[in-house]
């Protein structure tokens, strides 16, 4: 698991409240990814890291923001929920881009009412 | 635009068989082919690569796939399947210099007794 953990591990929330997803990674990546997981699409990325405070957005980052302030933590926060928003968010991190793997946390489980 | 497509949505084979899991790609330049599966309730787990070299990649747990530039294609292959092997297998792609893997959406093999 390349020392990737994310936390909550699930979460049911209500429409219209705040949610921050937790990705720590032990290994000292200097690139990490927030994907979410729906069926018939796959993985999407929503933003990355390429350092601390370094951020750029996915393909699906609209009501998503992020940070990073430390190596091993990057935060995905929902500004403010939606039912859209519900799914299985994946962290990943990898040492470098192209041909690096990416390695992929255990995923949380979100819902939102 | 990089994409990927995975044609079947599900595979069934028999125990001991041999099983083929599709995928062709689309990318501007030179490709760098991934796979990965996920079991029920896991995050993401690596299985193989293709960078340069040798078209027949083999990979974790006794799977390989083959690379195909004329055609496109990366199809992930083992000789003889196990009911264990059952699980959701993910292809991906990305190109030199690229931060983006784009993933398809996933093809879900049963291995029957």
């Known amino acids: 698991d390349a020392g990737i953990t994310q936390s909550p591990r699930h979460k049911v929330t209500e429409t219209g409240t705040p949610v921050t997803l937790r990705c720590h990674q032990t290994?000292?990546?200097?690139?990490m990814y927030w994907y979410r997981q729906d069926p018939g699409h796959g993985l999407r990325l929503i933003h990355y890291?390429?350092?601390?405070?370094?951020?750029d957005k996915g393909e699906v980052s609209d009501g998503y923001s992020v940070s990073r302030s430390k190596t091993e933590d990057f935060l995905l926060t929902l500004e403010s929920a939606t039912s859209s928003q519900t799914s299985v968010y994946f962290c990943?991190?990898?040492?470098?881009?192209?041909?690096?793997?990416?390695?992929f946390g255990p995923g949380t489980r979100l819902t939102v009412l | 635009a990089q994409s990927v497509a995975q044609p079947e949505d599900q595979v069934n084979v028999a125990e001991g068989n041999p099983l083929t899991v599709k995928c062709t790609y689309s990318v501007s330049g030179n490709p760098y082919l991934f796979w990965y599966v996920q079991y029920p309730n896991r995050g993401l787990q690596f299985l193989l690569k293709y960078i340069t070299g040798d078209n027949l990649v083999k990979g974790s747990y006794g799977f390989e796939a083959e690379f195909n530039k004329s055609q496109t294609s990366f199809h992930l292959k083992k000789p003889s399947a196990l009911v264990s092997d059952s699980a959701l297998y993910f292809c991906a792609v990305r190109v030199l210099g690229g931060n983006k893997l784009t993933f398809g959406t996933g093809t879900q093999l049963k291995v029957e007794l």
């Open positions: 990943a991190v990898s040492a470098g881009v192209s041909t690096d793997t990416q390695y």
């Open positions: 890291s390429y350092g601390v405070k370094d951020t």
């Open positions: 290994e000292n990546h200097r690139y």
